[in-house]
């Protein structure tokens, strides 16, 4: 059996996540759903937008299809081993099938079906699905429909994941999981109690850090020294990371350097959060929180939720950002963030400006920061950030709230 | 929906492409249409009117040709007119087609064609086929049907001719059928097997992005990339009348399986998936005075009123609109009260319901802004209104409505859609009602292919002499019209009523000799038709359920059930429809009913 991961219609409406990434590449719970599909011993394939295929073959090669009977997994699928197990249980029976979450495609299973990648994008592959023989599923999957659901599910399936993932690492202490050459300060405090703790390949803890589990920190990090890093936080490769910091995912070449809250919180990659910056993730009523998404309020049935800082942008020290907002991406941000903040734009609106962060400047700051991570930017580094900048032209547009002091 | 036949042969063609006309004739007739080559020249003759009527003019036609196309048109882009009428010519007068289908990027194509010089004659979304032909033809009439083929988004079934070649005749399709019938020293191209049936029973079914070349003695079949495929001679096993339905043996039910197609048209060129909203070209509405509505009237009769009362919930639920629903017979003497912010919509399958015509007249004397939906283009609402959206259901000949009812629910839903996206509806669930609508087709299929469980359920129940229908929310509408069809083909007293309203009187009817029709699909109110249901059985009430699939929450409560794939509540009432003609048609049927011609009721209702 091969599987095909496909991005939907609605994939790319996860803004600002997934206007820069598959669905399929979000960190979550120690892992993404690629990589958990690898893991499990598949060739995966995958349907993707358009723009992002060329930047992502590398991270994710993407296998021809020569088997004729195929698991379809829509890409906003949570990566939970328990979930992904439950529908290869389904498809072990032999029997095609078809699962919805509302009126989504979750997964479809055809044992014997002639099937082309390549005549299929994330607009079409659904209907395709629909049009074949299937019985649907009673069972209801869960799917990543708004960003806020990232760090819902990230706490839902982070503890069982890490006991799968926990059997690639090597155990040194009760609790505590590490890959190679982790250096470790013997000063740095492992709180195991309630779930374990998993350090990738390369990374280092500074002295006096306080590690709770389950906690999941990836390959080439820095822990700074004194840094607070609750349960449930997931850290992808390169990131430093100081402070306080708790339910939350920092994806790949980020930086939290300095003291502050981050709480319940989705970080994008390239990030830069100065010192004495927060995030509040509860309100005063202790009421559940309501997001803004594309313009209607909308309720995230939950107390705690953050915030989400999309790829490229940049906090200034000791912004305070409200409970529940969005910001875009390469958007640089500084003061009190009481509304969502458009992608490309300067937002300063406690001083009076909302100005665009016109393209050229944020391609070279990503020039500057790649030297600095020694990363070579290339022609399809910057062609992304172009495309980005193309898709939210929108946004900036209908930001035309008036401005005050 | 038009019809295509075309002949190249030892014989004289004017009677055979006549014949095969009269026989596609149920697939459109608002004007017809012959080419042929004669010697070097192109001979066209076309009309407004019936097939029938071509048989006088038929001295005007040449009497030795060997080679020719005919057609008869459904109008879709333009109206019935002599110049809309097919075949189209290029400006040289070299080729002539017949078009079936709806090309969807015809406008942006028909820019690109003037700019280069091109003269159109005509309205229609074909011309622009028949002008990129010439554009591409060098000689080499297969390379330039698959240039062709490559610049076209949307369906087409073609028959071509060129007078370059007096003897071949090509065809291409995508979308649409196109069928070659192979005879003794002579080929036929059809959009129906019934065209050629009198001539042969041999016959290839093209697939789509397939052109054909036909000689009187050969055909070859080419893909896009220009390579020859081979295909399967089938042996058409029907006679000529049964052929005529289509191999269905009433045109109702024919009509009902010709849903899948019959949405998917409504719908055809008309998402705007980049920015997740509807284009609908007719309404000639702008921006500012779709947002300066502040609310609409909906007008219809029978089934078009149940269509409209569909659309007050889309409307108010998706558009947040304020939305009314009147017969039109009772609006139009009611001496209505009308804003300059209301918008009027009047339904009509035919576009000749004397009572809606009546009602848009005394709208328009209100100078109020009046759009109409209609089936047939250039109808008199149609004409009346001058704005609109067309359904391209194709001719409906059953008298009970069936496609055009499920097509007017997909051309509200379009409208809500596009007005409540104005509103601020939110990208995303533009984007999900889109590709929900896009679904339509494929799960309509898959409704009907279940068809035989109605017939079952039918086949024991047929003798009740009432029935109830019930529904909430957007379910209401199609309670009512379930009964409606059940009463026009069946004459079985049958009510349509609110769920809720059970207790407020119908339910003193029930007992064991009243079954009663739910249509309990999944939505919010779900748990409140549970309990109305449980009152239903509790006094020996038996219920025939309409369910969602894989939702098993009506098992115990239901005698029989039937289900309907999930789709978002709003175009529920689309798939859970279906079932209920199906059911109307085989009690009908089981009753010795004239389905297609029930007593005392015309198509048409052109009178008060």
């Not at chain 1, 994806?251 to 003291?259: A, C, P, R, W």
Request: hydrophobic share 40%; aromatic share 10%; glycine share 6%.
């Amino acid at each position: 059996m091969q599987i095909i991961i496909f991005e939907d219609h609605l994939a790319g409406e996860l803004r600002p996540i997934a206007l820069s990434r598959p669905n399929f590449g979000i960190s979550l719970c120690g892992t993404n759903l690629y990589n958990l599909l690898r893991k499990k011993g598949f060739k995966v394939s995958y349907i993707l937008r358009d723009y992002l295929k060329d930047f992502f073959i590398e991270d994710f090669p993407n296998f021809s299809v020569n088997d004729k009977n195929l698991l379809f997994i829509n890409a906003s699928l949570p990566p939970a081993y328990s979930i992904v197990q439950q529908i290869l249980d389904f498809a072990a029976k032999g029997k095609p099938f078809l699962a919805q979450n509302d009126s989504r495609v979750v997964c479809a299973f055809c044992p014997d079906l002639n099937f082309n990648l390549n005549e299929f994008n994330e607009r079409s592959l659904t209907n395709f699905l629909r049009d074949q023989d299937y019985k649907f599923l009673e069972k209801k999957f869960p799917l990543v429909n708004y960003p806020f659901d990232i760090v819902r599910y990230n706490q839902q399936y982070f503890q069982e994941n890490l006991l799968e993932i926990k059997k690639d690492f090597k155990k040194i202490a009760p609790g505590v999981f590490v890959g190679k050459n982790v250096d470790i300060d013997p000063t740095v405090c492992m709180d195991v109690e309630d779930g374990f703790i998993i350090i990738d390949d390369n990374t280092k803890i500074y002295p006096f850090a306080y590690l709770k589990g389950p906690l999941y920190i990836g390959k080439h990090c820095k822990i700074i020294e004194r840094a607070s890093i609750k349960e449930m936080c997931h850290i992808a490769n390169h990131c430093k990371v100081g402070g306080e910091l708790e339910c939350s995912i920092m994806e790949v070449y980020s930086n939290k350097q300095h003291h502050g809250f981050l709480g319940h919180s989705w970080v994008g990659s390239w990030v830069n959060i100065g010192a004495g910056t927060s995030n509040s993730d509860l309100k005063n009523t202790y009421g559940e929180i309501t997001i803004e998404y594309q313009g209607k309020k909308t309720p995230t049935g939950m107390q705690f939720f953050g915030c989400i800082i999309g790829d490229y942008s940049k906090v200034a020290i000791n912004t305070s950002i409200f409970t529940g907002k969005i910001i875009g991406i390469a958007s640089y941000i500084y003061g009190f963030v009481t509304t969502n903040v458009p992608s490309f734009c300067n937002y300063a609106r406690s001083f009076g400006q909302i100005t665009e962060h016109h393209l050229p400047a944020v391609i070279r700051a990503q020039q500057k920061m790649f030297i600095r991570r020694n990363v070579k930017q290339k022609r399809i580094h910057i062609k992304l950030l172009e495309d980005v900048y193309h898709i939210t032209q929108g946004e900036r547009i209908m930001s035309t709230e008036s401005l005050s002091l | 929906m038009c019809g295509i036949v075309a002949y190249t042969g030892s014989k004289n063609c004017t009677e055979i492409l006549l014949e095969g006309l009269k026989r596609l004739e149920y697939r459109g007739y608002d004007s017809w249409g012959f080419a042929f080559v004669k010697g070097k020249d192109l001979i066209s003759v076309k009309k407004v009117g019936k097939v029938s009527e071509a048989k006088n003019l038929i001295d005007n036609f040449p009497q030795n040709s060997f080679m020719g196309i005919a057609h008869t048109r459904w109008a879709t882009h333009g109206a019935p007119t002599n110049m809309n009428a097919h075949p189209h010519l290029d400006c040289k007068l070299k080729i002539a087609i017949v078009h079936n289908g709806i090309i969807e990027n015809y406008s942006e194509l028909k820019k690109k064609l003037q700019e280069k010089g091109h003269n159109f004659k005509s309205e229609t979304d074909t011309e622009v086929i028949v002008h990129l032909l010439e554009e591409y033809y060098q000689g080499d009439m297969v390379k330039a049907i698959e240039l062709t083929m490559l610049q076209l988004v949307g369906a087409f079934g073609l028959a071509i001719i060129c007078s370059d070649e007096p003897r071949a005749l090509y065809g291409a399709r995508r979308g649409s059928p196109l069928i070659v019938g192979i005879g003794d020293n002579e080929m036929f191209l059809s959009s129906d097997v019934n065209a050629l049936v009198n001539h042969t029973r041999k016959a290839i079914y093209l697939s789509d992005n397939e052109i054909v070349k036909l000689t009187p003695s050969s055909f070859r079949i080419f893909n896009l990339r220009e390579e020859e495929t081979e295909k399967k001679i089938h042996i058409v096993p029907f006679g000529a009348a049964f052929l005529e339905k289509g191999g269905f043996s009433h045109f109702m039910l024919k009509e009902i399986f010709e849903q899948p197609e019959s949405l998917r048209n409504v719908f055809r060129g008309r998402l705007d998936q980049e920015r997740a909203t509807v284009k609908l070209g007719g309404l000639e509405l702008t921006d500012s005075e779709l947002l300066a509505i502040r609310s609409i009237k909906l007008l219809g009769c029978g089934t078009s009123w149940h269509a409209a009362l569909v659309g007050k919930y889309l409307f108010e639920q998706l558009a947040r609109i304020p939305t009314d629903v009147d017969y039109s017979s009772e609006f139009r003497y009611r001496d209505p009260i009308l804003f300059k912010d209301t918008l009027i919509i009047a339904l009509s399958q035919s576009g000749e319901t004397a009572d809606t015509l009546a009602a848009v007249e005394e709208a328009k004397k209100k100078e109020a802004k009046v759009l109409g939906i209609c089936n047939v283009v250039g109808s008199s609402i149609a004409r009346e209104c001058g704005r609109g959206v067309y359904l391209h259901a194709g001719p409906e000949i059953g008298v009970a409505s069936t496609k055009a009812f499920t097509s007017q629910l997909v051309a509200l839903t379009l409208l809500a859609i596009l007005l409540a996206r104005a509103r601020g509806m939110p990208r995303r669930e533009g984007l999900i009602a889109l590709n929900a609508i896009e679904a339509l087709p494929s799960l309509a299929k898959r409704v009907l292919k279940k068809s035989d469980e109605i017939k079952e359920i039918a086949s024991l129940i047929w003798k009740y002499q009432n029935f109830l229908y019930i529904g909430r929310n957007y379910q209401l509408p199609i309670a009512l019209e379930g009964a409606l069809k059940l009463k026009e083909i069946s004459y079985i007293h049958a009510e349509g009523v609110p769920a809720a309203e059970l207790k407020h009187g119908p339910i003193a009817l029930i007992d064991e000799n009243m079954p009663t029709v739910v249509l309990a699909t999944e939505s919010h109110v779900l748990d409140k038709v549970k309990s109305n249901v449980a009152e239903i059985r509790t006094r020996k009430g038996r219920i025939i359920s309409i369910v969602t699939e894989a939702n098993r929450e009506m098992d115990e409560l239901s005698d029989f059930k039937f289900s309907v794939p999930p789709v978002p509540h709003y175009l529920t009432p689309v798939l859970s429809t279906i079932p209920l003609q199906l059911l109307a048609y085989h009690i009908a049927v089981l009753r010795g009913c004239n389905v297609d011609k029930p007593r005392n009721l015309a198509k048409s209702v052109t009178v008060e």
